[in-house]
């Protein structure tokens, strides 16, 4: 196949996903995941910084999501209802496909601390991006970073439960639920 082929990137992370969990991350380099794909490491570098972003790629995706879903939130909508729209906004992103995908990153970032470390730069990132769409509809700067916060927290949970889940639910339905959770676990504090 080309190394041009539209679907280079999708290759790529399908292949580096089979070898980190084949190999473990440490022990694949980015020459094997080029091979795996069909491309040259050269395809590599145009897609992915380094081989932890095929890991991480997507939060980019997701933090915009998240703001944009936010951000076209009714006006008077509250702070839970602003997060579900961030919920319901990536489920473009949160498809089928990627439930599986996610379930090999779960295994990969669990067993290595230097990928765990961007995990956590990333998570921040969408945190971010998250507060500054809730200051950006009037929300002061402590209740954005707690909306950010528990947004985290149950889009985490709804990771979890999405992953682990036998059935068809789409990702919004796993969010808004560990939403809930969270708000009444948080009333009994």
């Not at 292949?15 to 980190?20: E, G, I, S, W, Y």
């Not at 969408?126 to 950010?148: K, V």
């Not at 059935?167 to 560990?178: D, L, N």
Request: aromatic residues 6%; proline residues 3%; hydrophobic residues 50%.
């Amino acid at each position: 196949m080309s190394r041009w082929a539209p679907d280079a990137r999708e290759r790529l992370e399908a292949a580096a996903l089979d070898l980190f969990t084949e190999n473990g991350y440490e022990e694949t380099t980015v020459a094997q995941i080029a091979d795996r794909a069909g491309l040259n490491r050269a395809t590599f570098f145009r897609h992915f910084a380094d081989k932890r972003e095929v890991l991480f790629g997507g939060e980019d995706v997701l933090a915009e999501l998240f703001a944009d879903g936010i951000r076209a939130a009714s006006p008077d909508a509250t702070l839970i209802e602003c997060l579900q729209a961030a919920f319901a906004a990536a489920e473009v992103a949160m498809t089928p496909q990627q439930r599986g995908k996610a379930a090999k990153r779960v295994l990969v970032v669990a067993a290595n601390s230097e990928v765990q470390e961007r995990g956590l730069l990333k998570h921040a990132r969408i945190a971010r991006s998250i507060s500054a769409a809730l200051r950006d509809r009037g929300a002061d700067e402590l209740t954005a970073r707690l909306g950010a916060e528990v947004g985290m927290l149950a889009f985490s949970v709804a990771v979890e439960r999405w992953m682990r889940s036998d059935h068809a639910e789409p990702f919004p339905v796993h969010a808004a639920a560990a939403l809930t959770d969270l708000k009444a676990r948080a009333a009994e504090l």
